[in-house]
């Protein structure tokens, strides 16, 4: 038996929506803390995925980018294509401003 046959026999992956419903035991629409440890403790799994994920100097996902952040790494990719759209734009005027000169 392959092993990654074995492991999804093992663990069964639902939407998130569908466990966090689960996780509000009272239905209120709030997981609290006690709803989400007991069910961390019900599912050794889960807690070891998050403990595995968790960067224990920041007590925060290992990898997380917050929006803020990820828009800066976007705005500063997007910088240097914007001064060329400038520059392309500039040069097709200049160009078209000598064609129009020529008539």
Partial sequence: MCLSNSFQTLVQFVPLEEMLTEFDDNGD??????????????????WQAIHNNI?????????YVSLEQQLAELEAKAAPLDAKQVSDLR?????????EKER
């Fill in 29 to 46: 629409g709030v997981i609290s803390l006690d709803e989400f440890v007991a069910h961390l403790k019900a599912a050794p799994a889960l």
């Fill in 91 to 99: 040069l097709a005027r200049s160009v078209n401003g000598e064609k």
């Fill in 55 to 63: 960067d224990p100097g920041t007590g925060k996902l290992k990898g």
